[in-house]
């Protein structure tokens, strides 16, 4: 892993996925930004070049709902198999952030957020006061591709719709618990997860939150639709695992449906999809698209820390117990057939599944049949959901304090750059040959 920054990298000879289209050409990083790009570029003196050989090159990828992987839980720390417990040492828990970080930058994530669970509030400080001395110190050089921190677990109000989360660590709305646990990570939660149930409270605390800037998502909620509308008026405007949660749906027309119709038809609000596969079927993933528009979309992991391990086969996380599937593809709660408990996903999977979903003709669910795109016109749109978009919703895609302004190829953006070869691995999927991280390449 590169430890130094090359002041100029020269990546010649390959296809440029930009926000509207893709053409052949070079693309220049000079120090940690993207200097320029054009059909041809010429070698500066001393400047490392790179063939990219006919490889596509895409911004960094931004995984906005990602709870660890690779042993190593954000809100709990780092696993121990044998015993199944969490450590969180201090050592031990600076170190499990860069071996996930290591694993993401493998997978193309150039940016994630670091995702909680429900759990006590003092486990969630202690967690978050770890992750601002991380960012601060930057023991590996990777702390950039930290963004921030998706608090979604601790307001979660209704235990029918809590999925994998644990009901018993479950908190009222509360601007006073969010500012204490804002003061621990350092300014750094980013994304809050307030379902629209929680009524007067809620809304006062997203109203809170949204003046901050916090972004404000609902998720996991038995919220019918006019509760929904109040709190997107009021600045919800992400949908957490959309499909997923579970959420209420519904059919009449009392109260305005519930949330998943609130979330499909407000423009305000993005939706996340976890594009594994498993989760939502790809039909009604191309039918959200659809419907929706491609700004609109943020694909997602919902990672978990059995992710990357090839022994975990059981599992328990916050006091609910965990099973990996026969065929090692998906998680789900022990017992429940049809409760997935987060993923094993990765980012480089789920644009391999978008960009086959989107390149063949398929039938929808609600819309009869989506045809297929070609290759070029899939990955614009891919780099848009997967890059673009969440770099917007988190103001990434303007400079900030910690660096320039990300999620797309353009000048002055900072250099998180993948190089990829689209034909197929031993694994079944593209393979990622190189990745810059603000202009370092990691590998």
Known sequence: METTLVESTLIQNGFLVLPDRVIKGDLRLSGKRIQEFNTQLSPMADERILDAGGAYILPGFIDIHNHGAVGFDFTLGAYD???????KDDTVYLEGITRALEYFLKQGATRILATTLAAPPTDLIQAFHLLNDYLGTDPAGLAIALAGINLEGTFIKDA???GAQN???FQSASARLFDRLQDASGGNIRIVNIPPEHGIPGLELTSHLSGQGVIVAGGHSGAYGTATHQAIDKGLRLAVHY?????????KSFSHNGAMEAFLVRDEVSLELIVDGFHVDPAYVLDAIQRKGIDRIIPITDSLFVNGSDTINAFSLAGIPGQVSADKQYLKVAGQMDTLFGSILTPLKGFTNLLDWMTHDRNGIWIKTHSGHSKHEALVMISR??????????GLDKDQSTGAATGMIAQGYSADILVMDLTQSDQGMPSIRHCFLAGKMIY
């Open 385 to 394: 959901m997967m890059s673009g978009n969440p770099a917007r919703l988190l």
């Open 167 to 169: 009901p018993e660590y």
């Open 243 to 251: 499909f997923n949660g579970p959420n209420r749906q519904s059919y």
């Open 81 to 87: 198999q044998e015993k199944d417990w969490f450590n």
């Open 160 to 162: 029918a719709f809590a």
